[in-house]
């Protein structure tokens, strides 16, 4: 069984820029797709970006596409969310899943 520790959230104004960092455990973690999704208060979990098992595969939301970028080092079992130009609707606790597992998230918050 697969365990996820998200980290790097935290406080930050508009404008500014975040990483997430992503720590898997568990299993053979260099073959499977990791992704990141989000849930703000009163809102559905939605999906923000992917990356498939072989870097050159990856896949964002539309809301964050070239400002956020999703990589991972096969070597540290984690996966990154490098957040840029971060604006208050980002604020969202961030989760990292794989193969069904989830962790339990790192808060973002953005003020304008």
């Known amino acids: 069984q697969v365990q996820l520790v998200e980290s790097g959230g935290g406080l930050v104004q508009a404008g500014g820029s975040l990483r997430l960092s992503c720590a898997a455990s568990?299993?053979?973690?260099?073959?499977?797709?990791m992704g990141w999704f989000r849930q703000a208060p009163g809102r559905e979990r939605e999906f923000v970006a992917a990356i498939g098992w072989s870097t050159e595969n990856t896949y964002y939301e539309d809301s964050v596409k070239g400002r956020f970028t999703i990589s991972r080092d096969n070597a540290k079992n984690t996966v990154y969310l490098q957040m840029n130009s971060l604006k208050p609707e980002d604020t969202a606790l961030y989760y990292c899943?794989?193969?069904?597992?989830w962790g339990r998230g790192t808060q973002v918050t953005v003020s304008a």
């Open positions: 568990g299993r053979a973690f260099s073959t499977y797709a």
């Open positions: 899943t794989t193969g069904g597992a």
